[in-house]
């Protein structure tokens, strides 16, 4: 008999080879219906895999990130099923769960192709198989034999994966007549999948190298149900209207050119004092909280990512070192702000009195990412942090991350970001060697983590293995408007880099001490940002960051005096807009108003001149008519200050 661990603690006695569904099914018959894979010991299995000692279990159905990546990437397989049998010769390179649904990438060789007109022929065989109700079963088969059968199907990318693997390590996994290099987890059954529909058709290079192959990657997605894809569907029509490259460029945020480089975001006008605005916010409130800013410059000294562990870890990601006239001498793109600000701690001589300190820094850091990889603002090569580093006792490690939470709380509820848990990432079990840093400080600061979240009352889930190679962290996991989920706001405990910059502080004993490191950056990068915040408001952002609270349209160029005099009133008072002063009509002025999304439009003509009025009407269409231009500022100041009232 074995003991299982369920996720309440209670312990279930089995008999040792007893597997996860019919363990579902002591549970009730409904969970057995619906479960599709199982964390043991934080592994993911198959629920048909036979479990032969004592372990923790829980269970995953499509409600779980578990559970959906299993389904998706057994879609994968049954897509690649598909796809060779439709296409004779077809060799297949990898076909992964991603965040929403799945891909293979494929080669078809050289006078092939596949194009979206391919998709429902592909859809139907996929269904037609499921419909089979062929079971995904797992064999463990020797590196020779792995070879072997790969060479007889002449599938030279497969054969290069198993130059990576170890004897021993090898799994096959089959369903009806296709057989896949694959490590699992997989559904129990074909059958399981009942809707699907690929999405779209992209290149894709071998293993992200540009000098490789480039392949073609098939994306897709799948559910249980009809109605959940027929609702997914209407989700990423939703999704593309909120796209925040369409609306960036729509409301005149950021642009991007070829001539200046891919990845490396060009702010305008409007997108720039949106920045400034959110730069603004942050900055007041870390000045309340006692940070202290600072400023370091773009590129740094090879050694100095050495030290800090950085270079080793992610020497590949960065810019090649820019090489100067003196031997030797290799400086890089800033990939990250931390050694930077190890630097200026070390500046100076501190007492335990002096501490905390906190160096905050808008910094833009560089990161060489692949040209497939980059995605408008979300994925690029150039972005600026709102990076801050805490330098703390031992002592008051705990109530300083949990004073960060607080502030990164603080930025959510400004932006309307109230769906939110937050993921404890802590160390990979099994393997320690990618870390950095003793056991006994990783233990304490795995320990701090888990407290403080406690006692800010935080949703929380635990995920292993993905902690930074310094230190676990804290991520705030966000979902917008429309329901996807995004990584936001971190906060990271590091007992590591104190220690390779020998970091240092007179104690009370007069002895000298090492602090420890907090990073944290509530935006992430202002980039992403902003990009999820075009997307999560649909453009229309909250009264106090609109980059132009109003515009004013003049009916006649005769009166753009009176709208000048408007405008500077308005300014004085800190509310701020364009006049347009364009010869078109006033429609065709109020429409391209509201593609800009400005939450006020204000028409002018000679009626509120006569009367010293304005005609005010709110984005959308709503009509406040003709006011007072003292109204108008009380309408805009009552709003401003109900949202601080809010959020404070």
């Known amino acids: 008999m074995i003991n299982i661990t369920l996720p309440d603690g209670k312990v279930l006695k089995a008999e040792k080879g007893i597997n996860a569904f019919e363990i579902a099914r002591t549970i009730s018959e409904g969970l057995a219906r619906n479960v599709l894979s199982a964390t043991i010991n934080n592994e993911v299995w198959d629920i048909n895999r036979p479990i032969t000692k004592d372990c923790n279990l829980k269970l995953h159905t499509f409600n779980d990130i578990e559970g959906k990546k299993c389904f998706w990437h057994s879609s994968a397989h049954l897509m690649a099923e598909a796809l060779e049998e439709l296409f004779p010769g077809v060799k297949l390179g990898i076909g992964p769960a991603i965040d929403n649904g799945f891909y293979y990438d494929i080669d078809l060789g050289e006078s092939r192709s596949l194009s979206s007109d391919d998709f429902s022929k592909i859809e139907e065989r996929m269904l037609s198989l499921a419909r089979e109700k062929n079971n995904f079963e797992r064999k463990e088969i020797s590196k020779k034999d792995a070879i072997d059968f790969f060479k007889n199907k002449g599938d030279e990318y497969k054969l290069e994966l198993l130059e990576d693997l170890k004897d021993g390590d090898i799994s096959f996994y089959s369903q009806g007549k296709f057989t896949d290099l694959c490590r699992g987890p997989h559904i129990d059954n074909t059958s399981r999948i009942k809707a699907i529909k690929l999405l779209n058709v992209a290149g894709a290079y071998w293993r992200g190298d540009e000098k490789r192959k ?18 997914h569907l209407q989700l990423l029509e939703e999704a593309k209207k909120r796209d925040h490259r369409k609306l960036g460029k729509e409301m005149e945020l950021f642009t991007f050119s070829k001539k200046v480089g891919q990845g490396l975001p060009l ?13 603004n916010f942050l900055k007041k409130a870390q000045e309340k909280a006692g940070y202290l800013p600072v400023i370091t410059p773009h590129i740094g000294n090879k050694d100095l990512y050495v030290c800090s562990g950085h270079y080793e870890k992610y020497g590949e990601d960065s810019f090649q070192t820019i090489k100067t006239p003196q031997e030797n001498e290799e400086f890089l793109l800033k990939p990250m702000n931390c050694p930077h600000h190890c630097e200026i701690y070390k500046s100076k001589q501190y007492s335990y009195k002096d501490l905390p300190v906190r160096f905050a820094e808008f910094g833009t850091v560089y990161r060489y990412e692949q040209s497939g990889e980059l995605h408008g603002l979300t994925r690029v090569r150039g972005f600026t942090q709102d990076d801050a580093h805490l330098f703390v006792r031992p002592d008051q490690v705990k109530s300083e991350f949990k004073n960060v939470i607080d502030l990164v709380l603080y930025v959510f509820k400004a932006l309307n970001f109230t769906d939110f848990k937050a993921q404890i990432s802590l160390r990979d079990k099994k393997n320690k060697t990618k870390y950095i840093g003793s056991e006994k400080n990783w233990d304490k600061a795995e320990q701090e983590i888990l407290e403080a979240a406690e006692e800010k009352g935080l949703d929380t889930i635990v995920e292993y293995g993905e902690a930074a190679f310094y230190g676990p962290k804290l991520d705030f996991m966000v979902r917008d408007a429309i329901g996807r989920e995004w990584q936001l706001g971190t906060i990271q405990v590091d007992y590591a880099l104190p220690d390779r910059f020998e970091l240092e502080y007179t104690g009370k004993d007069n002895q000298k001490h090492r602090p420890v490191m907090i990073h944290r950056a509530p935006f992430g990068s202002l980039e992403r940002f902003v990009a999820i915040l075009i997307e999560h408001c649909s453009g229309n952002f909250p009264l106090w960051l609109s980059p132009e609270q109003f515009i004013i349209l003049p009916i006649s160029e005769k009166f753009h005096e009176y709208a000048e005099n408007v405008s500077q009133l308005l300014k004085n008072y800190d509310i701020c807009g364009p006049i347009d002063k364009r010869a078109e009509t006033t429609s065709r002025k109020i429409r391209d108003a509201e593609v800009s999304k400005i939450p006020f439009i204000i028409v002018v003509g000679e009626r509120e001149e006569n009367e010293n009025k304005i005609t005010v009407r709110k984005h959308g269409g709503e009509n406040i008519g003709s006011i007072e231009i003292e109204q108008f500022i009380n309408i805009v100041q009552k709003e401003i200050r109900e949202l601080i009232t809010f959020i404070n």
Do not use: D, N
């Open 214 to 231: 480039q392949m073609t990657r098939v994306y897709g997605i799948s559910f249980q149900k009809q109605k959940e894809l027929t609702s």
């Open 267 to 279: 702010w305008l006008p409007k997108g720039a004092k949106l920045r400034e605005k959110l730069e």
